[in-house]
């Protein structure tokens, strides 16, 4: 096999799960640590074949609890790590989670969602929106980028790096099995040679320098007042982080009367929607959010506050739909549900769903 | 460590890797979480090893310990404290660490983890300290508490037919751990072999051997509502007839086989 390397840029033809661990790699992650589950197998795979080329390392560990506890022991030596999973693995993950919303540590999950509760529906559902975003019991501090493309998987793999390094919270790539098991064309490269700065990394334990303070990390309270005002301190920064990192995509929406709004993979059958509609003079728009958390609430207001209608489509029952309607409460369009749990939504369908308005 | 006189008279000395202004512990007295923290203490003192030491502590009374130790600590959740020094130990082969917790915290909600990381010889000391209940909630029955043995959810005493006979860790670690591993069962009756065991069990991590696990026989007079007569008499006689003390595995046995 031929030497592998990440320099420059280089064109691509890869699966989402492949793009996902040459990210990593482009982002100088240190160590994944992961427990197998479909659709996010072959990041481990490909991560496992490029780690001992560029110095990394893996860990198999026994479920998602150590998965997710194994990683935040990375990340508080100042190592870069991350983990993947989906579905029950994600809620397994949950706990480690919240100590990392508590403790500031900047851990990164890669979540290709599936559907379903157990197994056999292992490809596809929008169904742990609400879960990544609040899921343990917490505030929701975290950061969640919900990728459409493979291109957005790369680039946004490598920002929640930044942000969990730069913020201390933790950051999400909200992904799917079809964005992880399709292939499709993409450029990959180097992030600091193209201009993208890796945040740097510090260790929080087991640095060993003459005369060092030594650290007491807790997650531990005497008293109900001593919770509340971490958990306050927290909630400020993360107000005032959330401007700095939210982000949204939004076209066509200022003169429409309809605005669809949707995240993830459900955006790319959108866009055919739109243009379909459009090229028959329907005056529609796309709105989507690429950080489901913090979500773009006043964005998404802002885009349909001159429309008629807004059509909501998600491939779970009511997830998105939930945080529209907290963003657009008292707004005057009104809001059309098209919730498919576990199933695709294709352009088709939208503007099907377009033409019963 | 050194010897202190105070008004001419001889005051017990603190190890120097215990962080004095956290002293005295929280624990209740005559709690055995504290000797086996002192026999660590000790032993860290004399490895000079308190730079490298990250500390983790469970959830359960060795929480209380969060910043016992002038060392790194973290104090993570119920049960997962070897997966996060697993996870600081692969990355970063530079550090000692040591994942300290009860007997609920290891043998039940963590077994999964205590288990795997024996099975794959992660190069971490773990010290459990086995006090037949769960402290922190109040006395429940416990993987470890002894046959007959009344706690709060065993209250006509725990009964083998329908919960089991108790768990014995470090016989399970002994028998999954690769070559390598220092597997021990101590108690507080006898410090000084303790102390010994735990010092092993640290040398064997800093050699990159294997795993290293040492659980403590402990008291809980609180939860066993035992005065000091009765509390010493039950580790020493019931808890160490059930619970054999002594070393089960060391490297070189192993290796020489
Ligand atoms: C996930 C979870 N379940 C339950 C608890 C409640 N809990 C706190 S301490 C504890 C038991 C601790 O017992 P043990 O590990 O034996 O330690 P000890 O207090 O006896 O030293 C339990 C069940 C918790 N904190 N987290
Ligand atoms: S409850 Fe038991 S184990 Fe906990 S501190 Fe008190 S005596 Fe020690
Ligand atoms: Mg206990």
Redesign the pocket.
């Known amino acids: 096999m031929a030497e592998v390397s990440l320099q420059g840029e280089q064109r691509v033809f890869m699966t989402g799960n492949e793009v996902v661990a040459w990210a990593a790699v482009a982002a100088k992650v240190d160590i994944m640590y992961g427990y197998p589950i479909t659709p996010q197998n072959e990041i481990m795979h490909y991560w496992t074949r490029l780690a001992p080329k560029y110095g990394k390392r893996f860990l198999q560990t026994e479920d998602e609890i150590s998965a997710g506890f194994t990683m935040l022991g990375g990340v508080m030596t100042g190592r870069k790590a991350f983990t993947a999973t989906a579905g029950p693995g994600n809620v397994l993950m949950q ?1 480690s989670c919240v100590m990392a919303e508590m403790m500031r540590l900047p851990a990164v999950y890669v979540i290709q969602q599936r559907g379903g509760p157990s197994t056999a529906t292992v490809i596809y559902a929008q169904q742990e929106t609400t879960l990544t975003c609040f899921g343990g019991n917490g505030e929701g501090h975290r950061i969640v980028y919900s990728t459409a493309t493979h291109q957005e998987l790369f680039d946004y793999t490598i920002k929640a790096f930044n942000a969990a390094w730069t913020y201390r919270f933790p950051s999400f790539v909200l992904g799917d099995g079809y964005q992880a098991k399709m292939r499709e064309p993409l450029t990959i490269y180097d992030a600091e040679s193209k201009g993208v700065k890796l945040v740097p990394t510090e260790p929080m334990v087991g640095e060993f320098k003459p005369g060092k303070q030594f650290k007491h990390l807790r997650n531990t309270y005497n008293t109900e007042e001593e919770l509340y005002e971490v958990v306050m301190a927290n909630q400020r920064d993360w107000d005032a982080m959330a401007p700095k990192v939210v982000e949204w995509y939004e076209k066509d929406c200022q003169d429409a009367d309809v605005v669809f709004v949707c995240h993830g993979v459900v955006s790319r059958a959108a866009m055919g929607a739109l243009d379909e509609l459009r090229a028959q003079g329907k005056k529609v728009g796309l709105f989507r959010p690429i950080t489901v958390r913090p979500f773009p609430e006043k964005q998404l207001a802002d885009a349909v506050k001159n429309a008629k209608k807004v059509l909501v489509a998600e491939s779970a029952y009511g997830q998105l739909l939930k945080m529209v309607q907290v963003a657009i409460c008292g707004g005057k369009a009104e809001i059309v549900p098209m919730l498919r749990p576990g199933i695709g939504i294709t352009t088709e369908e939208l503007v099907e769903e377009y033409n019963k308005l | 460590m050194q010897e202190l006189k105070e008004n001419n008279v001889l005051q017990p000395a603190m190890p120097k890797s215990w962080n004095e202004e956290t002293k005295p512990h929280k624990f209740c007295p005559g709690c055995g ?1 504290g000797i086996i923290l002192k026999a660590v203490g000790e032993v860290i003192d004399e490895l000079g090893i308190q730079d490298k030491i990250v500390f983790g502590c ?5 929480l209380l310990s969060w910043d016992f130790f002038a060392c790194d600590s973290v104090q993570t ?3 997962r404290t070897t997966p996060v020094i697993t996870g600081m130990k692969r990355a970063n082969t530079d550090i000692i660490g040591i994942a300290y ?6 043998y039940a ?1 963590g077994s999964q983890h205590l288990f795997n990381a024996a099975v794959r010889g992660e190069k971490i000391t773990i010290i459990l ?1 086995n ?1 037949c ?5 109040g006395g429940q029955m ?1 993987p470890t508490t002894l046959p007959g043995m009344k706690t709060e959810t065993s209250p006509y005493g725990r009964d083998v037919e329908q919960t089991g006979y108790p768990t014995k860790g470090p016989e399970m670690v002994a028998a999954v751990a690769p070559e390598g591993a220092y597997v021990a069962r101590g108690t507080i009756a006898n410090v000084r072999q303790l102390k010994g065991f735990i010092k092993k069990a640290l040398e064997n991590q800093m050699a990159g051997n294997g795993i290293s696990f040492v659980e403590c026989l402990s008291s ?1 007079p609180t939860n066993w509502r035992t005065n000091a007569k009765q509390t010493w008499e039950f580790v020493e006689k019931d808890m160490a007839q059930y619970f054999k003390v002594g070393e089960l595995r060391t490297p070189q046995a192993k290796e020489g086989k």
Do not use: L
């Not at chain 2, 469970?58 to 060795?62: L, N, P, Q, T």
């Not at chain 2, 917790?101 to 290891?106: L, P, S, Y």
């Not at chain 2, 209940?133 to 909630?137: A, D, F, K, S, V």
């Open positions: 706990e | 979480h469970d959830i359960g009374c060795s959740h119920h049960g917790m009860g007997d609920g915290g290891g909600i300290c006090n209940n769960y402290g922190m909630t416990a809980c």
